[in-house]
């Protein structure tokens, strides 16, 4: 999951995860031994965590630690463990879904199971492992069509509709011979309309022939029926032999159930004999499981309504002879209740009914409905043995539920209330995992009977296992099961210990304070709050809803002041808040626009002059910032912490702001700009704007991107300002980077450690050029354009990071580590990385990671001081990358919140690398003290060499390709030209030394197919000057091949002109009026507008799109009436006839 080279992909490691997959059904399980350790495992999105709770005389700062194992490329879907914990699964959703079986301990996976269900559908919808971790259950995802829809008061689905089938797998985890991963068993769901979407799977424990799914609205139970009948007969014959020895005491039948425990192969660690047996039984070809789907209707139970299927599980605990379809199935109901199915009885409907569902006599059918919570869903379904010691203790087994209402409940298998842990109150309960098992014969307990289940139950008190639960509002608690007995259930519910806390609410943007290790994090549902990534811990947090009596002052933007004396949050309702940066108090707010705000900056000059706000409308507004924001004490009033200046509407609201941001040039002037998705660039006046006279704009350019405002089709999406040197050819951030460029909201501040190397440098470079500002703007063509900030002209265009189906980069944060300088990146989805600046289109200067499996919603960069310990031995600062991502993972996530923060350490090793971007270079060039002026021109083109040999291995073909041959061709063509076509003499073409003027290079990019507008040739030119000057070289006339290759390959659109462009570009010159341009309005835009075209530019047009020998004319050329269709068929020729 990582961009080329490999050895780039270790610049980012992940040091931590804020937040976990808190909603994701048993997505958190107990690890702990009776040693006294909290351990516990995770889900974080794509990556399972390992929690380990320090125990070092119980310090409360102490930080556990966490142990990432990192595999999936999707979310997890399915988190598993065996009773004894020796066994760890994780499943991820996902056309390529995969299931790897871990070694904890290691921190590696064991064994991986590839491609469960091939490309076919999304992955796996759910999974289950039995209990001692040999047979493992999948079910396959499958998109269903929108006529799945179903009717909210009959609970089915139109008769005329059928359901998507999905299979089930069951793997033997023990089978060592099945190398090629097939299947034991394989099932197909009914493609009867009854049967809806399945996303729930359970695998009976005693035969792993029977297992059980649900949807919302059906339960379908697949039976392998040659187990049945064997167990059938197995089940006469222990009938008969029980009839003999009836009157044999219970002792005597104790050991008898022993004696089958020990015979049997249900335990983890197989015998050598059990080994051979199960060789033997995995040469058998796949079985093909029988599925049924009993029919549910609510008055077969005497009830209003039977709710909306949740869970399932079988009751009875693992333990050997048993059958399947014989003991109890439970189905947990959205209305709190427990559907309970058993094998045998009459159906209801008679022996038709059996046929349609293609049942047996004696499969399992709803008996009855039993209530398990009374004001929530059932939300969790789980079997545990109980726990005991000494003589006159039985083990016993019971169903644990976890309902909406947050509480736990404990039945025995006859469904009798036995415990119950009610009022934790911290929302649904989502998983309930206990310790583990001291060995697999504890795991499988000891067998039940209805009487003697019911005698411990009358006779013992309740003994189970110590456990946690974990919420959907991510908590994380530890219980102890002896206190139900003790203190009672409120009593054990006061005496639950926090164990884990993850995100607070779905956060939708953070910041980072640029002097301390102190994130403030803005939820979705209203609350904001502080959190230390060195101690891990949650210093401080506010509602700004007061409770949700105003909603619209929830967060959507936030920023540190630069000197970190104070936080600027941006509300839903378009109010700006000015808070404390220690306890969150509010000291000021105000409705500046009725719309939303999107991004929140604070200037970099000295004294924290501005701060600035961009909105869903499209505007920017300045504040004058009144100096630090405190909390009022010994009686004080609260001071004014901001004064509104005005604002500009600079944007559409359909193409927003998708970077603002301040710097402060070296005349200590503030500068501050905005960039919109449709291409504008905009400056603004700080100090000449005032509240009287309001914003003042002091420029503005819709060409400089080649967006949508100039008439192109670039998108820009990300937004950060630089300050480069014309010295050396450093680009670096200044303080000046943009703090956010995430649709989200702002967040990215560079701590002031990370920025006193660069002021310590440019005291120490007095005689260097004054900076230029620039700005650094990506795009959705995968470009990163580097736009001069006083003239608003593009000097630079160079490839992004390209990932993709992940997207463009949508958020740039550019830092310094040391003398160099890099940019943290985020793509839409999926990966973050580093790139080093300037950036230049050189793969080996980029590399990402797979941070978050989702959209990623925000990036932020810091620099903190380590502390000197005995293990580093220095206080080096360290840089960290913190990453936000939603897409439903957490509680109330979506596409635009996300419950998970992970902190990625930066290693500076890997940095350099980066930087150097070919180490192999290094002193490769003969070096000669008499003509060190040689060495160095030696030296820049054989690096000149080696990047256009590079670049060319992003084209079609690589760098010897036809793309690249064809570029040659051109270049040479080019040189012939320059010579003069009309010579006499012998020419020379040369494309290896060789040159062509730099007014030629626009013309070598049309035989390309590569169409540049005077406009990008002129910036051709313009960058061409550009990088001479960042080399301390002159403006050149000539380029080589290898200058003009990179060049290309920079510039070179990603992706053809498309029919939907035309489609596009006409309805911006229709404008809504009519869906035909006649031909005398296409021509006089083509003579008036944009870059004019003149009539014998015209003509030329005609006589080449007309082909040799029409002579047509431009009105021969043009049909009467133009639309984007017949201009693209008939002008262009892009559309065939047929």
């Given at each position: 999951?990582?961009?080329?080279p ?13 937040g ?31 929690y380990t ?13 966490q142990?990432f ?21 994780t499943?991820?959703a ?7 079986v871990?070694?904890?301990?290691k ?7 590839n491609?469960c269900?091939?490309k076919?559908?999304s992955?796996?919808?759910g ?6 971790g040999?047979?493992?259950a999948a ?5 269903f069509?929108?006529n ?7 609970k089915?689905?139109?008769?005329s ?12 985890l023990?089978?060592e ?12 769901t ?17 035969a792993?022939?029977e297992?059980?799914?649900?949807g919302k ?6 039976v ?7 167990d ?7 009938d008969?032999h029980?009839d003999d020895d009836?009157d044999h005491?219970d002792?005597?039948?104790?050991d008898?159930d ?7 192969t249900?335990?983890t660690?197989?015998t050598?004999?059990?080994k051979?047996?199960?060789?033997a039984?995995h040469?058998q ?10 029919p ?7 009830v209003?309504?039977v ?9 009875a605990?693992?333990r050997?002879?048993?059958?399947p379809?014989?003991?109890?199935c439970?189905?947990?109901t959205?209305?709190?209740?427990l ?19 293609n049942m ?10 039993v ?10 379904l789980?079997?545990v043995?109980?726990a ?8 016993s087994a019971?169903?644990v539920?976890?309902g ?9 298998p006859e469904l ?9 109150d ?8 206990f ?8 795991a ?14 009358a006779?013992?008190p309740f003994?189970?296992r ?6 959907e ?7 102890k099961?002896?206190?139900?007995e003790l ?9 639950a ?5 993850g ?7 953070f910041?980072?304070?640029?002097n301390?290790?102190?994130l ?5 549902r ?8 060195v101690t891990?811990k949650?210093s ?14 929830s ?8 000197d970190?004396?104070?936080v600027l949050v941006?509300t ?5 808040k000015?808070?404390d940066?220690?306890?969150?108090f ?15 900056v604070?200037?970099?000059d ?7 706000a961009a909105?869903t409308?499209?505007?920017?507004s300045?504040?004058?910032l ?7 004490r ?6 004014r912490a901001f004064?509104f ?9 359909e193409t927003?702001?998708v970077?603002?941001?301040f710097h402060?040039n ?7 700009a905005?960039?919109?998705?449709e291409?504008?660039?905009a400056?603004?006046?700080?100090e ?5 006279d309001?914003v ?8 400089a ?7 192109g089709?670039v998108?820009p ?24 460029t995430?649709?989200s909201g ?11 190397s660069?002021d310590?440098?440019?005291e ?22 580097t736009?001069?900030?006083d003239?608003?002209t593009?000097v630079?265009v ?13 958020s740039l ?14 793509c ?9 600046l ?12 797979v ?5 990623v919603?925000?990036?932020a ?5 380590r ?5 580093n031995g220095?206080?080096?600062t360290e840089?960290?990358v913190?990453a936000?991502?939603g ?6 996530d ?14 500076k090793?890997?940095?350099r ?5 070919d180490?192999?270079s ?8 008499t ?8 030296a ?6 080696r990047?256009?040999f590079?670049?060319a ?10 793309l690249v041959?064809?570029?040659r ?6 040189q ?6 009309l010579?006499?003499?012998d020419?020379a ?17 049309r035989?390309?197919?590569v ?6 040739a002129?910036?051709v ?5 550009h ?9 050149p006339t ?6 003009f ?5 920079n510039?070179r ?8 462009d035309?489609?596009?570009?006409f ?6 009026e009519?869906?035909?341009l006649s031909r005398k309005?296409l021509l006089?835009m083509l ?9 014998l530019?015209l ?10 020998g029409?002579?047509?004319s431009?009105?021969?050329l ?9 201009f693209?068929?008939d002008v262009?020729?892009?559309i065939?006839e047929?």
């Open positions: 999951a990582s961009y080329p490999r050895a780039m992909a270790h610049a980012l490691s992940l040091d931590w995860t804020h976990f997959s808190s909603t994701l059904p048993n997505g958190v399980i107990n690890l702990s031994l009776d040693d006294g350790v909290t351990k516990l495992a995770f889900v974080a999105s794509h990556t399972l965590v390992v709770e320090a125990n070092e005389s119980n310090d409360p700062e102490k930080t556990g630690t142990l194992l990192q595999g999936h490329l999707n979310p997890i879907r399915s988190l598993l463990a065996s009773d004894d914990r020796r066994v760890v699964i499943a991820c996902g056309p390529d879904a995969q299931v790897i871990w070694d904890i301990e921190g590696q996976p064991k064994r991986v199971i491609d269900f091939g076919r559908g992955g796996i919808a999974a289950d492992l039995t209990p001692c040999r047979w493992f079910l396959e995802d499958v998109s069509e929108e799945e829809k179903v009717d909210s008061k009959t089915t689905k139109s008769e509709t059928s359901a998507t089938p999905q299979r089930v797998c069951v793997w033997d023990l089978d011979t099945n190398t090629g991963d097939t299947p034991v068993f394989i099932g197909t009914p493609t009867e309309s009854y049967v809806d979407r399945q996303t729930v799977i359970k695998c009976n424990p005693n792993p022939g297992l059980i799914t649900n609205t059906s339960v379908v139970f697949f392998d029926d040659d187990e049945t009948e064997e059938e007969k197995r089940k006469d014959d222990d008969d029980d009836h005491d002792d005597h039948d104790d008898d022993h004696d089958h425990d020990d015979d049997e249900f335990s660690v197989p050598s004999s059990d051979t047996h199960e060789k039984h040469k070809a796949t079985k093909t499981l029988r599925c049924y789907a009993p549910v209707r609510a008055r077969d139970f005497s209003g309504a709710g909306e299927f949740t869970r399932s599980a079988f009751v605990p693992a050997p002879n048993a059958s379809g014989r003991g109890r439970v189905t947990g959205a209305g709190g209740d559907l309970v199915w058993q094998g045998g009885g009459v159906l209801p409907g008679g022996a038709e009914a059996f046929e349609k569902r047996n006599p004696g499969d399992r059918r709803g008996v009855k409905i209530k398990a919570h009374a004001r929530g869903a059932v939300t969790h789980g079997v043995l109980g005991g010691d000494g003589d006159d203790a039985r083990d019971f169903l539920t976890g909406g209402d947050g509480n736990v409940r404990f039945f025995d009798r209330l036995v415990a119950w842990f009610d009022g934790l911290s929302g649904g309960v989502s998983s309930v995992s310790v583990a098992a001291a060995s697999p014969s504890t499988r307990g000891t067998p039940l009977t209805a009487s003697s289940s019911a005698n411990a139950h006779a013992s003994r189970a110590d456990f946690l639960v974990a919420t509002t991510s908590f994380v608690y530890g219980l099961s002896n206190d139900f203190l009672g259930s409120s009593g054990a519910v006061e005496n210990v926090l164990l884990l806390r995100s607070l609410e779905p956060a939708v943007a910041a980072v304070h640029p301390e290790p102190v403030c994090v803005c939820g979705a209203g609350r904001v709050w502080l959190w230390n990534f891990k949650v401080a947090s506010r509602d700004l809803t007061l409770g949700g009596t105003h909603p619209g002052g967060p959507t933007a936030v920023c540190f002041r630069r970190g004396l104070g941006g839903k309702g378009g109010e700006l000015a808070l940066s220690n306890s969150l509010e000291t000021q707010a105000m409705r500046f626009t009725p719309d939303a705000v999107t991004r929140v604070s200037s970099d000295a004294s924290c002059t501005y701060a600035a909105d409308a499209g505007a920017v300045l504040f004058r009144l100096g630090p924001i405190h909390e009022p010994d009686g004080h009033d609260t001071a004064d200046v005005g604002k500009h509407r600079t944007h559409a609201p927003p702001c970077g603002l941001g402060t070296s005349d200590g002037d503030v500068e501050l905005s960039v919109g998705a291409g504008r660039v400056r603004f006046d700080v000449g704007s005032t509240e009287e309001g003042d704009l002091v420029e503005v350019s819709d060409v991107l080649s967006g949508e405002a100039a008439g089709n998108r999406t990300a937004m950060a300002f630089l300050a480069s040197s014309l010295g050396g050819g450093d680009e670096g951030t200044g303080d000046g980077s943009d703090e956010s995430s649709e702002e967040g990215s501040e560079k701590s002031g450690e990370g920025s006193e660069s310590e440098d440019s120490k470079s007095t005689d260097k050029p004054s900076p230029r500002v620039q700005i650094l703007v990506a795009d959705d063509h995968l470009k990163i354009r736009v001069d900030c003239s608003l593009c630079r160079a490839c992004g990071p390209d990932f993709g189906e992940h997207g463009p980069v949508t944060v550019p830092f310094r580590e040391g003398k160099d300088d890099f940019a943290a990146f985020a839409d989805r999926d990966v973050v990385g580093i790139v080093a300037p950036a230049t289109g050189d793969p080996r200067r980029a590399m990402g990671v941070a978050h499996s989702g959209k919603l925000q990036i960069v810091a620099a903190t001081k502390l000197i310990t005995a293990e220095s206080g080096d840089t960290f913190f936000l991502g897409g439903g993972v957490g509680f109330g979506s596409e635009n919140c996300g419950c998970i923060l992970s902190v990625w350490r930066v290693d090793s890997s940095l690398r980066l930087q150097t971007s180490p192999s290094t002193g490769s060039a003969t070096t000669s003290s003509d060190p002026e040689r060495d160095q021109k030696k820049r083109r054989l690096a000149s060499k990047l256009a590079r670049m291995g992003l084209l079609e073909g690589g760098p010897r390709g036809a041959n064809a570029a061709d051109a270049f040479a063509f080019a012939l030209t320059a010579q003069g076509e010579a006499s003499s020419r073409v040369d494309t290896r030394y060789g040159t062509v003027p730099v007014s030629s290079v626009a013309g070598i990019f035989p390309l197919g169409y540049l507008t005077q406009r990008e002129n910036d030119s313009v960058e061409i000057r990088c001479a000057e960042l080399n301390k070289l002159p403006p000539e380029i080589d091949f290898d200058a290759l990179v060049l290309f390959v510039r659109p990603v992706r053809d002109i498309r029919l939907t035309l489609e596009n570009a309805a911006i010159m229709l404008d809504d009519g869906d035909f309005s006089e003579k008036t507008s944009g870059e004019a075209v003149s009539d530019e003509v030329e047009i005609a006589r080449v799109l007309g082909g040799a029409q002579n047509k431009i009105k021969d043009f049909p009467e009436n133009v639309n984007a269709k017949n693209a068929r262009l020729g892009f065939s047929g």
